[in-house]
């Protein structure tokens, strides 16, 4: 026969299902007034445990998840137990990241940050989640500076100074690509960079004089739209250097006095470009061209061209390429897979909290959620440490979830974000000029619906829970959301509902609850105790707790890794 195999990474116990019960969240804090929480919350418990709660309600809702869990070094530090054998490391990622997908907008995306000693078995693994097509990149992060020639006590190895951040997106389909994130330079110094390394910088020419519009001639781009063609009669083009003599003044004075008119020219053969070229003469012109792209970056907008000459090379604008701040010009470089520039130094005082061995800067969460969510949108942490993600995620305008299964849930996550909302000015404060505000909804995971008895060996309801804690588990679990309404605790969709009760259920008990039923709904019994012989209408079923609820789930105290 012949053997046929899939590529693909396993381990031991990967293929273990769990069943895991999706538990209730009892909250404990609200720390906003009227509508300020804005859904944001802060959750202290399992995360596996905590994603499985949050499936019912945020499938498919999450915009951005940026997740920092245990890189499996082997060296235990003081928050965490991050020396878990590699088998059970990966079964711990695995559960995860399969409830993270889950929760993601099908144009959403993962960020998974993580250091070289699991970080390939982490890329095989989402790519196995994910689908290999949705991977859209590695990143390098900086995250050290070397000092000094022993190179920091990394014995026979070199030292490691580099990071990586795996990102996936839902739906590469869907996926609408990264905002552009623009590292800026300071004009001058990029020049001077340039000219140190025997570059020559481009951006040399000022178009002084541009007057006389002359309507010349209408043309057809390639989806048959007018391309409005004018001719510019009296135009000049002096240099930067020219200008500072004429005027007496700076070159860097003259780059932010002119800076609109600053410009390069380039023989880039775009397709408008060659239209307007074989449609005008080959005299010494200035032609200006108007149009409404069908695509690309200025799709639907009204797009001005200029071009200049007998070639008619294209003009290009330094003001497209650089930002005017407080008088000085600074160049933009778009950033690519390697990031550097954000400051370590500080980072473990940054929300007046302190959490070594682990805590990432503001900064660099600020440039995630730029390029990857929109004021408003939904930001989740799974492994969320010290409350770096949620803190940069509410000063920018966005809605979050965090998860924190240690103590620092109360030590340090809650105390940052209450800093947060009293105005604390580290991290990004003064860059996006925070001031405070807002609030958020703490809560607590709660324990399991159902444990063993102490005396035999049964399952029992969890003598902590309240009645109406029971209906909510049990809405979950077969889910159902919970809204109590009259005879009903919940339902999926407006077609079928769940009634939960302590009473005894006979043909008489449910008859009694069908009549809250409307044409086409079916219903859902659950009870501790029924008759056992009951004729049931099709559109009924009748469950018991907590048999029932065991063929549903595994209940248990903690999750096993």
Partial sequence: ????????????????????????????????????????????GDNLLALKALELQFAGNVKCIYIDPPYNTGTAFEYYDDGVEHSKWLSMMNERLKCLKTLLREDGTIFIQIDDNEQAYLRVLCD??????????????????????SGGGEDKKLKKNIEYILIYCKNMDSFPGFKPIYKKTELMKYIENMKEDGKSYKYTSILYRCEDFEYYKTIKDGAGDDIKIFKVND????????????????????????????????????????RIWDATDSENNMYRAVYIPKTGKNKGKETELLLMGKQKVLVIWLKDTAE?????????????????????????????????????????????LEMASDEGDLVLDSFLGSGTT????????RRWIG???????YTHCKVRLDNVINGEQGGISKEVNWQGGGGYKFYELAEPLLVKNTALPVYQINPSYTWDMVCEAICKIEGFTYEPSGEFQGHPSENRFIHVTEEFVNTKYVMSVMKSLGEKQSLLIYCKKNQADMILPE???????????????????????
């Fill in 1 to 44: 026969m012949e053997k046929k195999g899939k590529l693909e990474l396993t381990w031991t116990d990967k293929y273990k299902n769990s069943r895991l019960e999706p538990r209730i969240l009892i909250e404990v804090e609200d720390n906003s007034t009227g509508n300020s929480s804005n859904g944001n919350m802060l959750i202290h």
């Fill in 128 to 149: 196995e989640i994910f689908g290999r097509k949705n991977f859209l990149n590695m990143i390098s992060v900086n995250t050290k500076v070397s000092a000094g020639a």
């Fill in 235 to 274: 135009y000049e083009v002096k240099s930067v250097k020219q200008v500072a003599q004429l005027e007496g003044i700076t070159e860097a004075e003259v780059y932010s006095k002119y800076y609109k008119k600053i410009m390069t020219t380039t023989n880039a053969q775009t397709s408008i470009r060659t």
């Fill in 324 to 368: 005017l701040i407080k008088g000085k010009i600074y160049k933009k470089e778009r950033i690519g897979t390697y990031w550097d520039g954000f400051s370590w130094i500080n980072v473990t005082k940054e929300g007046l909290v302190l959490f070594p061995n682990g805590k990432k800067p503001e900064g660099l969460l600020k440039q995630i």
């Fill in 390 to 397: 949620v803190a940069t995620a509410h000063k920018m305008g």
């Fill in 403 to 409: 998860i924190e299964m240690g103590e620092q849930a």
């Fill in 539 to 561: 559109n009924v079923e009748v469950k018991r707790i907590p048999k029932d609820l065991l063929d549903k789930c595994k209940f248990e105290s903690e999750v096993q890794e």
